[in-house]
């Protein structure tokens, strides 16, 4: 039985889930922007739409993403069993998961996006900040943590890619992937 989903069907959904959640692509391209613009003053905010966009395209993230945002909609519905129920509707401060599961998913760009995952986990600018302050009853326990990786990763991204521009290496090039994450 094949019973594997397409990619272009999960990136739909990846793109639907954060639509329906409250999250823009341009949001979280201003916190990269953020991140990035003091090693790059050239950079655009058009540079950070299309850098969310390429790691978005990713499994490791788009994975993340969904499983993250299906347990906040379980729990927003009361629909998760005790304790997980609780733990992740309250969002338990020394959970952790929500975290883990978003910095794993950047591990592919680098220690820029580790680091800079851990900076908007605790710093939480922008649409970070309006999630983690949840408004009435909706739970976005994981999902500010995987707007942070969002961000994080399209940073590290940008900063590889910066780095290989100014080394004359066309994304193109033999070994470019590798070293520009693309
Ligand atoms: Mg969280």
Redesign the pocket.
Known sequence: MDSRVHSKDVKHAVYQKLQERGVGIEEIARIVMEMQIAYNPLLTLAACVESVHAVLNKRELQHAILIGIELDSLAERGLLSEPIQSIVSS?EGLFGC??TLALGSVFGYGSIAVTTFGYLDKRKSGIIRKLDTKAGSHVH??L??LVAGIAAAASGRLAHQQRDREEGTPASAPGADSASME
């Open positions: 969002d929500d975290e326990t994981f500010d943590d």
